[in-house]
């Protein structure tokens, strides 16, 4: 990999920090939705998760451990500002400014991310990211953390994810706010958008010397067979999973099929929010676990032409297909398609049934999984991609959304009872890998 590339890993506020009433922090989105029944795994929350508010020494002193270059974590909006908007908590902003500090004395880079899904109630109760007030009171936040953190902290994200926070959280309604708005998703989708040209405006306002750019989930999308109607599945799947995020970052407009499949009248976008959204990055991050097979509903297995796409790869326990050549892939298109900032994959990792076993955890399906989308990674680097970094997800096990703590991402285990974290395999593999002891 080229010099200064970070090896880093990610986490997010809500996933690890816990003490979600503590220090003045108000409710987020998640508390609510965790706290209403039928929601989340058994019910459960990140009151406690990781308990990393409390043990943010511990885990950089686990990050040293796995020879991590790179800290790519969450600011919790709603210790910032409890209601959203408003007054500031002091208290919030400290524990960031100590975390910030604590990473820079052991040389670990911090990559803030500042919407990691953890929306201020108060600002749901006013319609959430369906009220484009939103994404002005987003930027009024960006603007107070850049103030304060920006003297050392060089590397923002704005957003991680929109498509998780408009069709999770307001179409499909299984992440919080857990709304169900089959037309209204598209304000929460734009505003979203919105909120990170806003926030790149205000963070490079309040901190000049900083690099700022959004984070993108993709798959990569195959269809089913080369029949006709599984190519037309597929490339209709692909704009509106991928493009409907990334042309609008990257191009200025969002992609015009998939805005006529949905007969959409783009009523909620107003004159100069495409270029606000379009804005130049400093830096782009993508995120890649999985591929996806589309088929066209509507005809008959008999029908589809031979061969079929190769389906039966191994699949992690969140059921996602193990892909490695579609980050690599993805990289190399992307490059070509548009004119991109310098990358980083601001996420890649998996979740697979580890065992704990005689204070151990030998999890090479996780190192199989990290090597082979590492060399994805190099591939795209021969390929001409300029990547700068890679972030594992997760640094520790942790609270996994809807499924509670059933989905172990970590380098190393949590033991939610006594809060122990205990480097699986992997970790000591992707200590040894990035210390150079098994060069690429
Ligand atoms: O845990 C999530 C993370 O919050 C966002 N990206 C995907 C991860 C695994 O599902």
Request: contains cysteine.
């Amino acid at each position: 990999m080229p010099g200064g590339f970070v090896w880093g890993v990610a986490t997010a506020a809500y996933q690890i920090e816990g003490s979600h009433n503590v220090d003045g922090r108000g409710e987020s989105i998640w508390d609510r939705f965790s706290h209403t029944a039928g929601n989340t795994y058994q019910g459960q929350t990140g009151d406690v998760a990781c308990d990393s508010y409390v043990r943010w020494p511990d885990d950089i002193a686990l990050m040293r451990k796995l020879n991590v270059g790179g800290y790519r974590f969450s600011i919790a909006w709603p210790r910032v500002f409890p209601n959203g908007s408003g007054d500031l908590n002091h208290k919030g902003l400290d524990y960031y400014d100590k975390l910030v500090d604590g990473l820079l004395e052991v040389g670990i880079t911090p990559f803030p991310t500042l919407y990691h899904w953890d929306l201020p109630q108060a600002l749901e109760d006013t319609g959430g990211w369906i009220n484009r007030d939103t994404a002005y009171r987003f930027a009024d936040y960006a603007a107070v953390v850049a103030d304060r953190l920006g003297d050392r902290v060089h590397d923002w994200w704005t957003i991680n994810e929109p498509w998780c926070v408009a069709e999770l959280g307001y179409r499909s309604g299984t992440h919080a706010p857990g709304r169900q708005e089959p037309r209204e998703w598209f304000a929460a989708a734009h505003d979203v958008l919105l909120a990170h040209g806003l926030g790149m405006e205000a963070v490079r306002a309040a901190a000049p010397a900083s690099k700022v750019g959004i984070v993108i989930n993709v798959d990569a999308v195959m269809p089913r067979s080369v029949h006709a109607a599984d190519q037309a599945a597929a490339a209709m799947f692909e704009l509106q999973r991928n493009h409907w995020y990334l042309d609008p970052v990257l191009k200025g407009e969002y992609p015009q099929a998939a805005v006529d499949e949905y007969g959409w009248g783009q009523a909620e976008v107003e004159p100069g929010d495409m270029e606000t959204i379009a804005a130049p990055m400093d830096h782009f991050g993508l995120n890649y676990y999985s591929r996806s097979v589309i088929r066209d509903e509507s005809i008959d297995d008999r029908e589809r032409p031979q061969p079929l796409i190769e389906t039966d790869l191994p699949r992690t326990t969140m059921g996602w297909e193990v892909y490695p050549d579609g980050l690599s892939d993805l990289l190399i298109k992307y490059d070509r398609e548009f004119d991109l900032p310098p990358i980083y994959v601001a996420e890649n990792g998996v979740a697979f049934a580890d065992e704990l076993v005689g204070g151990a955890v030998h999890d090479e399906d996780r190192c199989a999984y990290l090597e082979s989308h590492f060399a994805a990674a190099a591939t795209a680097v021969e390929g001409g991609v300029d990547l700068r970094g890679f972030f594992v997800w997760s640094l520790l096990d942790n609270f996994e959304w809807q499924h509670g703590y059933t989905q172990r991402f970590g380098l190393a285990w949590t033991d939610y009872e006594t809060q122990h974290r205990i480097i699986k395999d992997s970790g000591h593999w992707f200590s040894s890998f990035v210390g150079g002891k098994r060069p690429m």
